[in-house]
């Protein structure tokens, strides 16, 4: 079993920043593929970004690219989504995951794991 829990969400004005954390608790975390998803009311949840393993793989929604960063630190089981540049449609809850190496980042469903969610109000 793997807890993801996150933090660092909040209220921000457009052109803001913040930095979300993800603390995994459990197994192995280094050899994980951790997901970063948001879900903005009405709408299904959408994959933001995602980083594999002990190899730095990174990849982004278009959505987001040149605006989120996505670090992670295996010694701390922890992974980071940096958000800059925010604009009022980031509204959302912002979820992390955790699957298995080798698999679709990009889809809910093959994540084992989901954090609880926090949310991240970006006002106009």
């Known amino acids: 079993q793997v807890k993801l829990v996150e933090s660092g969400g909040g209220l921000v004005q457009a052109g803001g920043s913040l930095r979300l954390s993800c603390a995994a608790e459990?197994?192995?975390?280094?050899?994980?593929?951790m997901g970063w998803f948001r879900q903005a009311p009405g709408k299904e949840r959408e994959f933001v970004g995602a980083?594999?393993?002990?190899?730095?793989?990174?990849e982004y929604a278009d959505s987001v690219k040149g605006r989120f960063t996505i670090s992670r630190d295996n010694a701390k089981n922890t992974v980071y989504l940096q958000m800059n540049s925010l604009k009022p449609e980031d509204t959302a809850v912002y979820y992390c995951?955790?699957?298995?190496?080798?698999?679709?980042?990009?889809?809910?469903?093959?994540?084992?794991?989901w954090g609880q969610g926090t949310q991240v109000t970006v006002s106009s």
């Open positions: 980083t594999r393993g002990n190899v730095i793989i990174t």
């Open positions: 459990g197994r192995t975390f280094s050899s994980y593929t």
């Open positions: 995951a955790a699957g298995g190496w080798r698999i679709s980042s990009q889809v809910t469903s093959q994540y084992d794991y």
